[in-house]
C-alpha cells in the first residue's frame, strides 16, 4: 500500500450555503471557506493532492513530498477552478465568489496540503536512536565478531517475520481509514502510529542486513520485497 496524505478533514454544510474544511490540529490557520457549490471542484483538487506516493525515511519529509504535489495537480487545479467558476456564474453565485476569490481558495488548498505534510513530519518523526532497542541492537553489532553469520541470519529472519506479521494484522484496519472520504483525530493516530512501527521495523532489519553480509539473497529479497510494499 502506498502512504497517503493524512487529512483531518470534517466537512460542514452550513445555513451560510458555504463548506467549512476544519483540521483539528490547528484550526486558526487550516480552515477553509468556501460555497457549497464548488465542494465538488475543490474535493477533487484535494484527492489529486493526495493521491501521491510517499517515501518513508532515507531523508525525505512528507513536506517536501507533499510541496511536490502541486506542480503534478497544476493542470487539474486550473480544469476544477474554470469548472469552479463556471458553476458559480451559471448559478448567478458569481458576484458573491468571483474568480478571483475563487483562485484564493485553490490556493489556500495548496498551503493546507503542505502544511499537513509538515504536520505529519512531526508526528512521525520520533528518532529510533532514543529507543532501547534500537541503542542495543547497535551494542551488539559493534561488538559482534566474524562467525556469527547463522545467529545474524535467524536474527534478520525474525525481524522480517515480525514486520510482516505485523502489515498482516494491521493491513485491513490501514487500508479502511485511506478509503476514508474525511479523517478523524483517531485515524490520524491510528496511522502515524502504524508508520512509526513500520519505520522501527525497518530501521532494525536494515542495521541487522549490515551485520549479514554473507547471509544470502532469500532473507534480503523477503525483507526488499515487504518494504517495498508498505510505500506503494
Known amino acids: 500500500m502506498f502512504i497517503s496524505a493524512l487529512v483531518a478533514t470534517l466537512l460542514m454544510q452550513q445555513a451560510s ?5 476544519v483540521y483539528p490540529d490547528d484550526p486558526t490557520t487550516w480552515t477553509l471557506e468556501y460555497p457549497v457549490r464548488i465542494q465538488p471542484y ?4 484535494y484527492d489529486c493532492l493526495r ?12 513536506a517536501a513530498q507533499y510541496r511536490q504535489d502541486v506542480p503534478r495537480c497544476e493542470k487539474k487545479r486550473t480544469r476544477f477552478e474554470a469548472e469552479a467558476n463556471a458553476a458559480l456564474a451559471k448559478t448567478g453565485e458569481a458576484s458573491a465568489t468571483p474568480p478571483m476569490a475563487v483562485a484564493g481558495i485553490f490556493e489556500r488548498a495548496q498551503r493546507i496540503h503542505v502544511a499537513r505534510g ?4 512531526l508526528a512521525v518523526g520520533t528518532r529510533l536512536s532514543s529507543q532501547p532497542e534500537y541503542d542495543a541492537l547497535r551494542s551488539r553489532v559493534a561488538v559482534s565478531v566474524a562467525g556469527d553469520t547463522p545467529r545474524c541470519i535467524a536474527r534478520l529472519q525474525s525481524l522480517v517475520d515480525q514486520r510482516r506479521v505485523y502489515m498482516d494484522a494491521e493491513e485491513l484496519k490501514v487500508e479502511a481509514i ?3 472520504a474525511d479523517y478523524t483525530k483517531q485515524d490520524q493516530q491510528d496511522v502515524a502510529r502504524y508508520q512509526n512501527q513500520l519505520q522501527r521495523y525497518n530501521s532494525l532489519i536494515q542495521l541487522e542486513q549490515r551485520q549479514c553480509p554473507e547471509a544470502g539473497e532469500q532473507e534480503i529479497e523477503h525483507f526488499d520485497r515487504d518494504h517495498s510494499n508498505a510505500q506503494d
Open 17 to 21: 450555503g458555504s463548506v467549512e474544511a
Open 42 to 45: 475543490v474535493a477533487d483538487y
Open 51 to 62: 493521491s501521491g506516493s510517499y517515501v518513508i525515511g532515507d531523508g525525505a519529509t512528507f
Open 118 to 121: 509538515q504536520s505529519l513530519d
Open 178 to 180: 485511506y478509503a476514508k
